[in-house]
């Protein structure tokens, strides 16, 4: 059965420094998510992307956040300079145009020290 | 704005015994509502889905929910419990088919033997 894959699973960083998140939707999927969970917390959708562009977006997603699908089968999500507040688990999802559901990968818990 | 609420952050049950958690939800239009399921160190796998049809909703592993507009609620229940099912269960909401989804809290269940 097709998965969502992430890369890595963990990641460690040093405040200030750039990250990059990389997912591989489901291949035939067309619309792309990212959630993210800091720990405690609720899952909270960050930004959803679709033909090339964002098509929605939350709060959390402001200018240190980008995302792009730089060659058709990765999609990935960029934080510029990653702040301590950033440590959490973050999740891609995608889903085909044909149904609802929104196919999660297994995360990238991020460590921001 | 959608909200949800799961009442029970942990529930615990013996094995054998019926699975109940809770989910409430506050929406402005018509929602989709889904269950996930996560179990250690991987995704968020889809349980079940309400959009729109029939009103009590059958999906894996023998779980079911019954969406009650009258009571703005969508409780995940399964008649028997198995160890198998000690994981963290989110109850989402999307305003429409594909939109963003807003999660609760999640409610981490215990199976005891």
């Known amino acids: 059965e097709p998965e969502v894959t992430q890369t890595p699973s963990h990641q460690v960083t040093q405040m200030g420094q750039e990250v990059i998140l990389r997912c591989v939707p489901i291949?035939?999927?067309?619309?792309f998510y990212w959630y993210r969970q800091i720990l405690g917390q609720k899952v909270e959708f960050l930004v959803s992307f679709y033909n090339n562009e964002i098509s929605e977006k939350s709060e959390i997603f402001d200018d240190q956040f980008s995302v792009e699908r730089p060659d058709g089968s990765n999609f990935t999500l960029k934080i510029r300079s990653t702040k301590l507040e950033d440590s959490a688990m973050y999740f891609c999802?995608?889903?085909?145009?044909?149904?609802?559901?929104?196919?999660f990968g297994p995360g990238t818990r991020l460590l921001v020290l | 704005a959608q909200s949800v609420t799961q009442l029970g952050s942990h529930v615990s049950v013996s094995e054998g015994a019926l699975v109940l958690l809770r989910c409430n939800y506050s929406?402005?239009?018509?929602?989709?509502l889904f269950w996930y399921v996560q179990y250690p160190n991987q995704g968020l796998q889809l349980l079940l889905k309400?959009?729109?049809?029939?009103?009590l909703v059958k999906g894996i592993n023998g779980f079911e929910a019954e969406f009650k507009k009258s009571e703005t609620s969508f409780h995940l229940t399964k008649p028997s419990a198995h160890m198998s099912d000690a994981a963290e269960y989110f109850c989402a909401v999307s305003d429409n088919a594909g939109n963003m989804l807003t999660f609760g809290g999640g409610t981490r269940l215990m199976v005891k033997p």
């Open positions: 291949s035939n999927h067309l619309y």
């Open positions: 929406s402005s239009v018509p929602p989709y």
């Open positions: 309400y959009t729109s049809a029939a009103t």
């Open positions: 999802a995608s889903r085909s145009g044909l149904q609802e559901t929104q196919y």
